[in-house]
Structures are given as structure tokens and as C-alpha cells.
């Protein structure tokens, strides 16, 4: 069964694998231990983690993911989150990333490579 959802805690609760898609293409993907307990993340999946409720500690203000999806008639070059993400460096805006693996974890960013796969 394919489940899409925004509910990170559906996600959780009801499936095994997750594959995360930001404009139109998975960026991540892995078992849901890899996407809710590994210590990295794409940083659009670690915006999605940051605007969640959390009920055991006392926030003000959720962190919501500055700016605004990208036109899909009207794609940049490079990686299509560059331009919402704090880690986006030049190369992010001239290449498109390719897919770093760690066992089933997969994600689609520079920064995964930089971190070395951990």
C-alpha cells in the first residue's frame, strides 16, 4: 500500500519504508528507523521534523521552512530545495546532487556527502 501524507506521525506509526519527495522527486528515502533516528537528514526532511509539535518540550514557535516551493514549470538548475536551505553551498545551485547511499538509507544532497555518509 502506498500511503502520502504530510502526518509525519502516520508515517511512524503505520508504515516501514519512507521515501521523502520535495518538488517532485524522492530526496530521501529509507526504512522509517533510518528517516526518524539516524542523526542526518536532507535538510528539507529535517525542516519537516522542525515544524512538528513537540510535546515533551517547551517551544514558543514551531520552525517553519523559509521560502516558498519552486515554480515546477520553472525549475532551477542545481538542487531544487538550494534556495530554502541553510546548509546550500555553490555547488548546490550548479549540479544537481546525486544520491548518497548508507546501507537502505538514501539521500539526495551535497551535505550527506560532506558529513560522510554517517
Known amino acids: 500500500m502506498v500511503l502520502i501524507t504530510h502526518d509525519l506521525g502516520v508515517v511512524a506509526e503505520f508504515c516501514e519504508n519512507v521515501a521523502v ?3 517532485g522527486e524522492v530526496i530521501e528515502q529509507g526504512s522509517v528507523e533510518d528517516i526518524f533516528t539516524r542523526a542526518k537528514n536532507h ?3 529535517e525542516g ?3 515544524s512538528i509539535p513537540n510535546l515533551t518540550t517547551d517551544m514558543e514557535r514551531l520552525i517553519p521552512i523559509p ?4 515554480d515546477p514549470s520553472n525549475l532551477p ?3 531544487k530545495f538550494a534556495d530554502r536551505c541553510r546548509y546550500c553551498r555553490d555547488i548546490c545551485r550548479q549540479q544537481e546532487p546525486p544520491v548518497f547511499a548508507k ?3 538514501r539521500i539526495k544532497c551535497f ?3 560532506t558529513k560522510g555518509g554517517e
Open 103 to 105: 546501507g537502505s538509507h
Open 77 to 79: 538548475a542545481g538542487c
Open 48 to 50: 519537516l521534523f522542525n
Open 67 to 70: 521560502g516558498f516551493m519552486v
Open 43 to 45: 535538510p528539507y526532511t
Open 21 to 23: 519527495v520535495y518538488s
Open 111 to 113: 551535505q550527506f556527502q
